[in-house]
């Protein structure tokens, strides 16, 4: 079955930088398309960047220029490398996988940028 399973959260300084990762199973990676999102405390899910199977990514608009998500298909791997990160990107951050019609969602790893 689909697994997608997600590390590197913790808690880190403003400014500081941290790197994601989300290692899939039970589907053929290289063809789907991958994400990150996030949710914080009372707030709905949104997206933080997406790339396709052929490399074309997207970000959402606050993470422009600070957060770059990266695939490494050899090992079904996504990446999100997050730097000058402010508490405002706090939150649980989730992997997602989605192709004809179907998605899958990892468990979540929390992000918390504090003094």
């Known amino acids: 079955q689909v697994q997608l399973v997600e590390s590197g959260g913790g808690l880190v300084q403003p400014g500081g930088s941290l790197r994601l990762s989300c290692a899939a199973s039970g589907f053929i990676f290289s063809i789907n398309n991958m994400g990150w999102y996030r949710q914080a405390p009372g707030k709905e899910r949104e997206l933080v960047a997406s790339i396709t199977g052929g490399g074309s990514t997207k970000y959402a608009d606050s993470v422009k220029g600070r957060f770059t998500i990266s695939r490494d298909n050899a090992k079904n791997t996504v990446f999100l490398q997050m730097n000058s990160l402010k508490p405002d990107d706090t939150a649980v951050y989730y992997c997602?996988?989605?192709?004809?019609?179907?998605?899958?969602w990892g468990q979540g790893t929390q992000v918390t940028v504090s003094s």
């Open positions: 997602k996988t989605w192709k004809y019609g179907l998605e899958y």
